[in-house]
């Protein structure tokens, strides 16, 4: 079975990623920092997010005041922001700026830290997203429902009985069902399925195995969710240190190239669309970063995909083409999926089983991939590793093609 379209690729002298002129200044990540994660409380969010920089300082082998560059991203805590660079002592900084798209925010910091460094604007630049919104004394439920209801017409919305994510991406969900016949059962063979991969990864939150009779009666979250088609809700921060293949090549990590990017912003919250569960961002970013990557979608090895829903795993599938458009659900359902399918997707768990820090989930992961340390879960064949990120209601998305050799 083919788990990829092959497309033709564009000529190296026109294709978007054709090598630059100054080759020695091609983007690589070179740093990752990973604090405790999970039900971890004592930190703020600007706590993680400034241990997580220091981490990934010191796995690049690198020192603070190497630094010349600094992006941030808040989750829902929004405790994290420029005052970050206060908080590490950083001077003297080339590139400094706060980002939000919301869970594509992560793949954005990566793509700015890129260019800066291929232009020389910037060197050495780390890109941190930390937030911090579990307490000890209430559920996880409540740290994304506390907020205050909105005015306008989101809260005419709101009146109407829908709030937060979950109602809205059920919407979407049941509008790819009774479009394409999607199941149930088939959203469950992809939360079965990273749970299995989450039980090799001593990070994850979630490391029991689960069935499909164990998906089936996990309690209703809101139709046709239940609760383990949900993402969890973690403490924590994670950075990558972005810098130039020439300054990796003396550090102390094999260099993870940034081989390709794209990003994707339909622009259709809170309207009617024809496409609103059909059709996401990902139909756009994604095949802007493989051009760039020069490669097609067959050629990918491994698939980081945001995974706030299992509902935004398939959808997401069928956009970068790994089945035609409607056919998501009988291919998860396949037995492509897990440790032994042939598609190597979430290997690390993803926000479904491991942990939920946006889109460095599954950034993380694919960094880890492609250094070929990840344990007892590494996949074998890593040269090509595809991440996405999307934000808000599929209204955000962003794609990286990430591989351990420079482009060809």
């Given at each position: 079975?083919?788990?990829?379209?092959?497309?033709?690729?564009?000529?190296?002298g026109?294709?978007?990623?054709?090598?630059?002129?100054?080759?020695?200044?091609?983007?690589?990540?070179?740093?990752?920092?990973v604090?405790?994660?999970?039900?971890?409380y004592?930190?703020?969010?600007?706590g993680?997010?400034?241990?997580?920089?220091?981490?990934?300082?010191?796995d690049?082998?690198?020192?603070?005041s190497?630094?010349d560059?600094?992006?941030?991203s808040a989750?829902?805590?929004?405790g994290?922001?420029?005052?970050?660079?206060?908080?590490?002592?950083l001077?003297?900084l080339?590139l400094?700026?706060e980002?939000?798209?919301?869970?594509?925010?992560?793949?954005?910091?990566?793509?700015?830290?890129s260019?800066a460094?291929?232009?020389?604007?910037?060197?050495v630049?780390?890109?941190v997203?930390?937030d911090?919104p579990?307490?000890?004394?209430?559920?996880?439920?409540?740290?994304y429902?506390?907020?205050?209801?909105?005015?306008?017409?989101?809260g005419?919305v709101?009146?109407?009985?829908?709030?937060?994510a979950?109602?809205?991406y059920a919407l979407a969900?049941?509008?790819?069902?009774?479009?394409?016949?999607?199941?149930s059962?088939?959203?469950?063979?992809i939360?079965?399925?990273?749970?299995s991969?989450?039980?090799?990864?001593?990070?994850?939150?979630l490391?029991?195995?689960?069935?499909?009779?164990?998906?089936l009666?996990?309690?209703w979250?809101?139709?046709?969710?239940r609760?383990?088609?949900?993402?969890?809700?973690?403490?924590?921060?994670?950075?990558?240190?972005?810098?130039?293949?020439?300054?990796?090549?003396s550090?102390a990590?094999?260099?993870v190239?940034?081989?390709?990017w794209?990003q994707?912003?339909?622009?259709?919250?809170?309207?009617r669309?024809d496409?609103?569960?059909?059709?996401?961002g990902?139909?756009v970013?994604?095949?802007?970063?493989?051009a760039?990557?020069?490669?097609?979608?067959?050629?990918?090895?491994v698939?980081?995909?945001?995974?706030?829903?299992?509902?935004?795993?398939l959808?997401?599938?069928?956009d970068y083409?790994f089945?035609?458009?409607?056919?998501?659900?009988?291919?998860v359902?396949?037995?492509v999926l897990?440790p032994?399918?042939?598609?190597?997707?979430n290997t690390g768990?993803?926000?479904?089983?491991?942990y939920?820090?946006?889109g460095?989930?599954?950034?993380?992961?694919?960094?880890i991939?492609?250094?070929?340390q990840g344990?007892?879960?590494q996949?074998r064949a890593h040269?090509?590793?595809?991440v996405s990120?999307?934000?808000?209601?599929?209204?955000?998305h962003?794609?990286?093609v990430?591989?351990?050799h420079?482009?060809?």
């Open positions: 079975m083919s788990i990829g379209r092959a497309a033709s690729a564009p000529s190296a026109s294709r978007p990623g054709a090598a630059p002129a100054h080759r020695h200044r091609a983007p690589v990540i070179a740093g990752l920092g604090t405790e994660l999970g039900r971890v004592g930190l703020t969010a600007a993680f997010a400034a241990d997580a920089v220091r981490r990934a300082v010191a690049a082998g690198l020192l603070l190497d630094l560059g600094l992006l941030t989750g829902v805590s929004r994290v922001g420029l005052s970050l660079q206060r908080d590490l002592g001077a003297n080339r400094a700026s980002l939000n798209a919301y869970g594509s925010t992560a793949g954005a910091m990566v793509q700015v830290a260019m460094v291929q232009s020389g604007m910037a060197d630049v780390a890109c997203f930390a911090a579990l307490r000890q004394d209430r559920g996880a439920g409540a740290a429902g506390g907020a205050r209801a909105p005015a306008g017409w989101t005419l709101t009146a109407s009985g829908i709030r937060g979950n109602p809205l969900a049941r509008r790819h069902m009774l479009r394409y016949g999607t199941t059962e088939q959203f469950g063979a939360a079965v399925a990273q749970r991969w989450a039980a090799l990864n001593p990070r994850a939150q490391r029991e195995q689960i069935t499909m009779g164990d998906y009666a996990s309690r979250i809101a139709e046709p969710f609760l383990l088609d949900c993402c969890l809700v973690s403490n924590g921060g994670i950075a990558v240190i972005v810098t130039t293949a020439e300054r990796a090549a550090l990590q094999p260099p190239h940034v081989l390709g794209g994707g912003h339909p622009g259709r919250a809170f309207r669309s496409d609103f569960g059909l059709i996401t990902a139909s970013s994604g095949p802007a970063a493989l760039m990557a020069g490669i097609s979608v067959a050629d990918i090895d698939v980081e995909l945001y995974d706030c829903y299992t509902f935004t795993v959808v997401t599938l069928e083409g089945c035609a458009k409607g056919d998501g659900g009988p291919f359902a396949s037995g897990g032994s399918g042939k598609l190597k997707l768990g993803g926000q479904l089983s491991s939920y820090l946006w460095m989930t599954p950034l993380s992961e694919a960094v991939q492609a250094r070929g344990g007892d879960r996949v040269d090509l590793v595809l990120g999307n934000g808000g209601v599929l209204d955000h962003c794609t990286l990430l591989s351990p420079p482009r060809s």
